[in-house]
């Protein structure tokens, strides 16, 4: 770990920092770029959720039909703002659209 007294270059200002700065710098950053996933009725989803589809859906490939009420376990955020990666039994892939999910 690094102390106060040390400095670390940076690049993009061609300043150099305090270890402190620099780390504090980077994970403004990594919070700048996380997308925030918000699902139909505006609840922040995260990795692990578990959701409930409001609405029936049609899965295309799969020839099944998901009804309304169906409860999704262990979600993963796909770095897209309205796309969400789920595992459900006898469907492998299955991307469902944010808008169509309440959290649980």
Known sequence: M????DYIYDEDTGEW???SD???KKAAAASADAV???DSVGNV??????VVLIKDLDVKGAGQTLRRGTVIRSI????DAQEIDCKF???KGLVL????VKKR
């Not at 989803?45 to 578990?50: E, F, I, S, V």
């Not at 993963?76 to 770095?79: A, E, K, P, V």
């Not at 659209?97 to 169509?100: G, L, N, T, V, Y």
């Open 2 to 5: 690094t102390g106060d007294d």
């Open 17 to 19: 920092l305090s270890a």
């Open 22 to 24: 620099m780390a504090a």
């Open 36 to 38: 925030i996933v918000r």
């Open 45 to 50: 989803l995260a990795d692990g959720d578990q």
């Open 76 to 79: 993963r955020l796909t770095g």
């Open 89 to 91: 039994d006898g469907i």
């Open 97 to 100: 659209r944010a808008e169509f």
